[in-house]
């Protein structure tokens, strides 16, 4: 363990990552799959972009805050895989207490940002079902750049006060992080002095930047999902709900291992289950993410066309 001389007190300058694996005969086999993972997902949202960037149709507000929701995908596993990718080819496992506060801060700031953007969606969706004829000016151009840059000040100021008050515990030892990043609920664990404060504000961003936004998307769906069923024919609520379920899903996903990840910090051993949650988190999630807006979408597909074939 690398310790340093901190006033009358020793502190961790390295932190040790277990990763997902201790057995050095998976480590290739690891390598090679998160490495394809880590191409699909780059590849998969670089597409996305590509696809609204050419196609005129893909030119709207909602494929607007598509395309930012790819960029934060690619920024999100690019916070870790490539860290995790350089592990398994390695012995060392040590990242610098400052690397380590610097993953910490990127990677809440990416999926704070993320929160905010999936809230603007389902808004975005709300006001073309349940009030398309003031549509464009409800979701002007002025009002979606707004709604990122707040966004990313919201996200921004969130990860800077959880960084820096992380900065002021203490870290005496041990150093070894069961995990195959640097994130919160790991490192409250290894500290050596109260992390009170730090539950406090890590409660307090909860409730703003996950409860407030989910109960928010949920009041949209459900405004949403009323005016749906007024519609009389079945094909234009087959329509409706096509437009809603791509977002719904990724939603799902979202919260869902968001809530696992951070609604555990009684725990005092961390667990496998923590590293497949973030796997979920950080790698499944940005995969999916061009896939289920795809997949469904004949304006994507037909753009991702002219995009691989070059038409």
Known sequence: MDLGASGNDSCVTTF??????????????????????????????????????????????MYFFLGNLSV?????????????????LSNDRHIPYGACLSQLFFFHLLAGTDCFLLTVMAYDRYVAICHPLTYSTHMSWSIQKASVCLSCVFSFSNALTQTVALSTLK???????????????????????SIHLNEQLLF???????????????????????????IRSAEGRKKAFSTCSSHLTVVG????????????????????????IGILNTVISPMLNPLIYSLRNPDVQGALRKVLTGR
Do not use: W
């Open 16 to 61: 040790v990552l277990l990763g997902l694996t201790e057995t050095p005969a998976l480590r290739p086999i690891l390598f090679v799959i998160f490495l394809l993972a880590y191409v699909a997902t780059v590849g998969g949202n670089v597409s996305i972009l590509a696809a609204i960037f050419i196609e005129p149709k893909l030119h709207t507000p």
């Open 72 to 88: 934060l995908d690619v920024g999100c596993i690019s916070v870790t895989v490539p860290a995790m990718l350089k592990h398994f």
């Open 171 to 193: 870290f005496c030892g041990p150093n070894t992080i069961n995990h195959f990043y640097c994130d919160l609920p790991q490192l409250f664990q290894l500290s050596c002095s």
């Open 204 to 230: 307090v961003a909860a409730a703003f930047m996950g409860v407030v936004p989910l109960v928010l998307i949920t009041v949209s769906y459900g405004h949403v999902a009323a005016a749906v069923l007024r």
């Open 253 to 276: 996903i979202f919260y869902g291992t968001g809530v696992f990840s951070y609604m555990r910090l009684g725990s005092v051993e961390a667990s496998d289950k923590d590293k497949g």
